[in-house]
């Protein structure tokens, strides 16, 4: 990117250019931050996006997320007033870069289509980094006009809290078979998700994947009351066979209903935005802490303690 | 604790009181600056103590980690010039308070040595904050004359490379048969353990314990060289019978004298001040987050962007 001009990206943006798009989302992913900072403007000009649907896919690799996100966009997409933005928070994307092309190939029918944006969220060394930048991703798909944001994270980490944090909505991904612990899902994410869907129901697996929903149900059940009031559903799905993915797409309609009605999803997204403030002053700060370095080297001398030299150093 | 007379604990330390010890180590451990401060003055009084020798003892709960300790200290004071000081780490200790009390009596020969002082780390929400007190109690304990610490620590969780920036050495409890994974441990504390014991090398399990020590030798020498230049080994112990264990010290003496003429201890020591003073920096300026609560609700309203006011707040 050779000279950066802030309005022909919001102009651009403005008219739903995903190509703008796709430059000012390299701007917010950017470690300079100055760059950051023009995304971050560009934001704000555009201001807050009510009107709009994040959803939050979670799943262990291999439970069939992308497949899933195909299908249930171009469910999604048979609503023309929809447009969706796929933002995928994906730890492995930065080791195996053909995974991410691999997902977009398989996404054929929706990058086909011009209602729909794919984007891997790529750099930032921690999961947290790359939640971080996702949720600026998400912003600026919001801006272009993207009305329903299906965000991708792998349940293992710290990403599966963090996209809690970002959606309106959380969907876990399950497989027929085994309880949570064993398809390698981290304790708690479970009583955080409102819509549990057991993919790959289908042939032999039909069987077990109803088996697997009515055991997840029951223990749904045992669980305390969602702040937003929601009862949890359990649903089995074929996002390979298209089985389901209606009913599916209509629970998470249902949910969309129920919290715009109880005033929920402001009230969330306020919570989220406290969460997001603490989150980016916890970042300042501790960006500050090799800003030391210096002083710690010239200050540890012979018979300094180190609480104390903390101590003193930030005074 | 009434009022706490800073000069009366300096003397009692000087003179090797415990109960002004662990009066002492309550004051280090404590959440209240102030009283925590106390310890800091103390520990400065007494300065930097260099000829301790400080071994870190990690392993899984069950390893054999407290029946080592008490048969490795046991050996260590047939020297009469040693007195130990241990210190558990355990996360354990927490909820199972009865645990540590089961530790201490099983140290019956240690804990009745005028030469020793056993003292379980405890409070502390974090395995961090734990063993950010157990490097002060350890700093008190080489005040009051204890030149020689055992830290236990189990390995599991974030303390386990913690306590690789607590101890001049680090040994590895490892039960025979099975690779450390296995064995419960995490990826990654092989390459940081000095020593490695096979401990239970007893009865029927003897073969299967060789078999395991060869193992991990052959393992260990395909490792990066240690920055110390110390070649890492495997030994196979019984702790209960008491076998193998003067071989165990002896090892353990050899790395002293390494580390001593290589000069390796110093430079070690100052490496681990930095982490610490680091870690402090880290701790202060995590607790701050907490006195933006009052500004993070004013200042944000609709339209607020949570990064930029982060940005502002810290201005």
Redesign the interface.
Known sequence: MKTIDKQQLIDGIASGDTRMLSKAITLAESTIEEQRNIA?DI??HF??QENTFRIGITGTPGAGKSTLIEALGTEILKDSKRKIAVLSVDPSSKKSHGSILGDKTRMNTLSASPRAYIRPTASGNQMGGLAKNTR?AMLLCEAAGFNTILIESVGVGQGETEIAQLADLFVLVLNPGGGDELQGIKRGIMEMAEVIVINKADGDAEKQANLTAKEYSMALHLMPEYDSKWMPKVLTISALKNKGIDVFWNKCLDYEQHVLVSNWKGTHR?KQ??Y???????????A??KS?DVE??KE?K??????????K??K
Chains 1, 2 share one sequence.
């Open positions: 971050l934001i704000e201001g807050p600026l306020k935005m406290i997001w403030t603490k989150k980016s002053i916890h970042d300042l700060l501790l500050r802490i030391y710690i080297a540890l012979e018979g300094v303690l180190p609480e104390k030299l903390a101590q150093l930030l």
